[in-house]
């Protein structure tokens, strides 16, 4: 898939690049040097199509991932935002609210 197309399924989904990057666990940098390569890997279209498919029919995959628990820019327990799923992983669960 070219780099431009994975970006707008990245941005129909409501995500920025950094945001996808934390998704799947890898650096920003890594996922935006695509773009002079002008083509992406076949697991990040892959994921990029469902993830903007998803929006495309109404459906709020934050919700899923939270279920499983892997929320996107989560909050740890003292409020500081998390911005890669690396970093939420070293920190304690979080109590769900009643």
């Not at 431009?4 to 129909?12: A, I, L």
């Not at 773009?35 to 990029?48: D, F, L, M, N, T």
């Not at 892997?70 to 327990?77: D, R």
């Amino acid at each position: 898939m070219e780099y431009t197309e994975f970006r707008r399924h990245v941005g129909k989904a409501g995500l920025t690049i950094n945001e996808f990057s934390s998704l799947i666990d890898v650096r920003a940098s890594s996922v935006s040097n695509y773009a002079r390569k002008h083509s992406v890997p076949k697991q990040y279209a892959i994921i990029a199509v469902l993830l903007g498919d998803a929006a495309d029919r109404g459906q709020n995959f934050r919700d899923l991932l939270i279920r499983f628990g892997l929320p996107i820019g989560a909050k740890t327990s003292t409020g500081k935002k998390v911005a890669r799923l690396d970093e939420f992983r070293k920190r304690p669960a979080l109590k769900s609210k009643p």
